[in-house]
């Protein structure tokens, strides 16, 4: 049975940092891209960065390049998104996704029909 399962979120004033975790079980991880989307109330839910097998490749939503960052271990099964400089904006709900192929691209983050697995989620939300 595959669990994914996120951790992390909080709330925190702007300008803070956070670090979310996604540990997921019942599957061969290093097989998987992993990738991060949120979801803020009322608007769809976007991807914000994802990372292929083994880590050499990252991408990122223009509107958290350099402020957020994505890695995975592959020892512990688990992708972090690191998060600094947080905006009031960056207020969602985040979602680990296990992508269906072992890649990420630009174009998966605007693809939730290639997420094979879902974590529930962990919330974010910025205070000004």
């Known amino acids: 049975q595959v669990q994914v399962a996120e951790s992390g979120g909080g709330l925190v004033q702007a300008g803070e940092s956070l670090r979310l975790s996604c540990t997921a079980s019942g599957l061969t991880f290093a097989t998987y891209g992993m990738g991060w989307f949120r979801q803020a109330p009322g608007k769809e839910r976007e991807g914000v960065s994802c990372?292929?097998?083994?880590?050499?490749?990252?991408y990122y939503t223009d509107l958290v390049k350099g402020r957020f960052s994505i890695s995975r271990d592959g020892a512990k099964s688990t992708v972090y998104l690191q998060i600094t400089s947080l905006k009031p904006e960056d207020t969602a709900m985040y979602y680990c996704a296990v992508f269906r192929d072992d890649f990420c691209s630009s174009s998966a983050l605007g693809r939730p029909d290639l997420v094979h697995y879902w974590g529930q989620g962990t919330q974010v939300t910025v205070s000004i």
């Open positions: 990372v292929n097998w083994n880590g050499a490749i990252t």
